[in-house]
């Protein structure tokens, strides 16, 4: 009893209101507070794949334990134990849930909030990485993007509209290493190295990648 009433005494003081006011409105806010961007798009290799492996014939995938011992969800095709640092980005930008992987189908709502195409193993050349098996190279994740975007063009109705709603969004691509790791420098490869000296197998990545990621002339056609 006297616990109860001394407990009450300091819950009612006016200090320990003041500080359950701040924090329910501390939490509310948090609750309701909007990402920092409304969508979040996600192209790469195994250091962003959340799953889009898992069902590609290769044995570059990852979703059973012990990945994702310290994942909510359990092993899910990341190559982590945990959350990828795309998973991270999304949190600090304020996404409460984590962007799908494209292979999971995502629905019209999730779309318009992001899709994740990146692929373990994938590469800014179509052979990297390819030794293991298929995976999405950034070719194909573009092509996916496309068809997220036509997605995106029926849902909100119109060209222009869904203009508006990606020229909002975050993009991010982490790709290149599978390019060194799976393909230049594998003892097998001798025909590319061969080919290529270092400094040039570097400019020809350059040069692919940089048209990969200039995504005007599919966004220009929703002009
Ligand atoms: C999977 O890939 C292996 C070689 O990488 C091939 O031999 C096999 O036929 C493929 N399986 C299917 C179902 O495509």
């Avoid at 799953?51 to 995938?61: P, R, Y």
């Avoid at 040069?207 to 966004?219: G, K, T, W």
Wanted: hydrophobic share 35%.
């Amino acid at each position: 009893m006297g616990s109860r009433r001394s407990f009450l005494r300091s819950w009612s003081s006016p200090l320990s209101l003041f500080v359950v006011v701040v924090a329910l409105a501390a939490s509310s806010a948090d609750g309701f507070k909007a990402p920092r961007v409304p969508c979040y798009f996600i192209f790469g290799d195994s250091l962003y794949d959340s799953g889009n492996n898992n069902n590609l014939n290769t044995s570059v995938k990852v979703n059973y334990s012990p990945y994702g011992i310290d994942f909510p969800a359990g092993p899910t095709g990341r190559f982590s134990n945990g959350r990828t640092a795309a998973d991270i980005i999304g949190e600090t930008l304020g996404f409460k849930d984590f962007i799908p992987p494209f292979a999971s189908n995502p629905d019209d709502r999730q779309i318009l909030v992001g899709v994740n195409y990146a692929s373990g193993s994938a590469g800014i050349l179509v052979e990297s990485g390819k030794q293991g098996g298929d995976n999405v190279d950034l070719n194909k994740q573009l092509r996916n993007h496309k068809v997220t975007v036509s997605r995106i063009v029926k849902k909100l109705g119109s060209k222009k509209a869904a203009f508006e709603h990606l020229g909002q969004c975050l993009y991010i691509c982490n790709m290149g290493n599978n390019d060194y790791i799976n393909n230049y420098i594998l003892p097998q490869s001798t025909a590319i190295r061969s080919q290529y000296n270092p400094a040039q197998f570097a400019a020809l990545l350059i040069a692919r990648y940089s048209a990969q990621i200039n995504v005007s002339p599919l966004y220009e056609s929703l002009l």
